[in-house]
């Protein structure tokens, strides 16, 4: 199987929100579906303050996405890239697909000149966990939010 990753486009709405609630699914969450649609407007969008989005793509169909963002940071001085979210369809695991699409992240911040790339995931993502520990260092800092 030979995985493509291209920018979102408009006419990727039906396979983006598939994925997308697939994802939400997986995390065991639910969104409204004005907060869906503004999400997708904003992946299109040209404000340097919202997520760029990136499909995988396998036979002409997306199977993967992948949702980053630059920000400043404190600690440096170049801004660095937060990939907020990534899923491959669990049919499409295992092939490459999720290593493209943060290989694909990695590249578009050594293009912008990004410190890092940073993101989380929850404990128990073990199969997730075992490619994120191929392609990247796991940090000892914990999450709290209000």
Same mark, same amino acid.
């Given at each position: 199987?030979?995985?493509?990753?291209?920018?979102?486009?408009?006419e990727? #709405?039906?396979d $983006?929100?598939?994925l997308?609630?697939? !994802? *939400?699914?997986?995390?065991?969450?639910?969104?409204p579906?004005?907060? @869906?649609?503004?999400?997708?407007?904003?992946?299109?969008?040209?404000?340097?303050?919202?997520?760029?989005?990136?499909?995988?793509?396998?036979d002409?169909?997306?199977?993967?996405?992948?949702?980053?963002?630059?920000? #400043?940071?404190? $600690?440096?001085?170049?801004?660095?890239? !937060? *990939?907020?979210?990534?899923?491959?369809?669990?049919?499409?695991?295992? @092939?490459?697909?999720?290593?493209?699409?943060?290989q694909?992240?990695?590249?578009a911040s050594?293009?912008?000149?990004?410190?890092?790339v940073?993101?989380?995931?929850?404990?128990?993502?073990?199969?997730?966990?075992?490619?994120?520990?191929?392609?990247?260092?796991?940090?000892?800092?914990?999450?709290?939010?209000?």
């Open positions: 199987m030979t995985i493509t990753i291209r920018p979102l486009t408009r990727d #709405r039906a $983006w929100t598939r997308w609630q697939a !994802y *939400l699914t997986f995390y065991e969450t639910s969104l579906d004005t907060t @869906t649609d503004v999400l997708f407007e904003r992946l299109l969008g040209d404000d340097s303050r919202d997520f760029t989005c990136l499909l995988a793509v396998a002409h169909r997306p199977v993967g996405l992948v949702h980053y963002v630059f920000h #400043r940071n404190s $600690w440096v001085t170049e801004e660095v890239c !937060y *990939l907020q979210d990534l899923f491959v369809d669990t049919a499409t695991r295992g @092939t490459g697909a999720g290593r493209a699409l943060i694909a992240v990695y590249d050594d293009a912008h000149g990004a410190a890092s940073y993101w989380m995931t929850q404990e128990h993502n073990s199969t997730a966990r075992q490619l994120y520990d191929r392609v990247a260092t796991v940090t000892p800092f914990i999450k709290y939010k209000r």
